[in-house]
T-cell receptor
Framework: KQEVTQIPAALSVPEGENLVLNCSFT??????LQWFRQDPGKGLTSLLL?????REQTSGRLNASLDKSSGRSTLYIAASQPGDSATYLC??????????????FGEGTQLTVNP | NAGVTQTPKFQVLKTGQSMTLQCAQD?????MSWYRQDPGMGLRLIHY???????DQGEVPNGYNVSRSTTEDFPLRLLSAAPSQTSVYFC????????????FGQGTRLTVV
């Protein structure tokens, strides 16, 4: 059974810092990995999707990397801003999944960026 | 673009009551799913569907029913609400094939008293 772990569970940084969020998964046979952002009381917003054949994806100040063989992904946020404060979730779609597009989620990292 | 729309946003039920959480998507996605999100447990899959007329159980299906009569709609029914079903419920959709992202609704916050 696929298990996804995110470290740290919570992170507080001053504005302007570069930071890294970590995601690890137990089964390296994945189809893709997706990073989401969740604001309090809101739904999930997709940030980046990395295909299993890719090493990284970039969107603005966000860069996500994937090392499938070691079961790890990182989300790098450059020059953090208070508006980046949210919970960040990673989710993997297993390659062996025969029942559609099921995602397995980590519990998330709660990020606070202080002005 | 509407994306994935869930209703209601908030609901309070008494133990034993039944209700239906609505989910609709306008992206012609084949795959739709329901998750519940609880503190310390992350998002867990309740039920999913790979197309109209096809549904299957996820990780935590007990106490919930689903149906998929159209591509657009995927309602989740609570048959007899229990306090353990107090949670935030999310509906998601995506294409079945290919490396495409999943889209989520804004969630329904359900409290069972």
């Amino acid at each position: 059974k696929q298990e996804v772990t995110q470290i740290p569970a919570a992170l507080s940084v001053p504005e302007g810092e570069n930071l890294v969020l970590n995601c690890s998964f137990t089964d390296s046979a994945i189809y893709n990995l997706q990073w989401f952002r969740q604001d309090p009381g809101k739904g999930l917003t997709s940030l980046l999707l990395i295909q299993s054949s890719q090493r990284e994806q970039t969107s603005g100040r966000l860069n996500a990397s994937l090392d499938k063989s070691s079961g790890r992904s990182t989300l790098y946020i450059a020059a953090s801003q208070p508006g980046d404060s949210a919970t960040y979730l990673c989710a993997v779609k297993a390659a062996r999944e025969t029942s559609g597009s099921r995602l397995t989620f980590g519990e998330g990292t709660q990020l606070t960026v202080n002005p | 673009n509407a994306g994935v729309t869930q209703t209601p946003k908030f609901q309070v039920l008494k133990t034993g009551q039944s209700m239906t959480l609505q989910c609709a998507q306008d992206m012609n996605h084949e795959y739709m799913s329901w998750y519940r999100q609880d503190p310390g447990m992350g998002l867990r899959l309740i039920h999913y569907s790979v197309g109209a007329g096809i549904t299957d159980q996820g990780e935590v299906p007990n106490g919930y029913n689903v149906s998929r009569s159209t591509t657009e709609d995927f309602p989740l029914r609570l048959l007899s609400a229990a306090p353990s079903q107090t949670s935030v419920y999310f509906c998601a959709s995506s294409y079945l094939q290919g490396n495409t992202e999943a889209f989520f609704g804004q969630g329904t916050r359900l409290t069972v008293v």
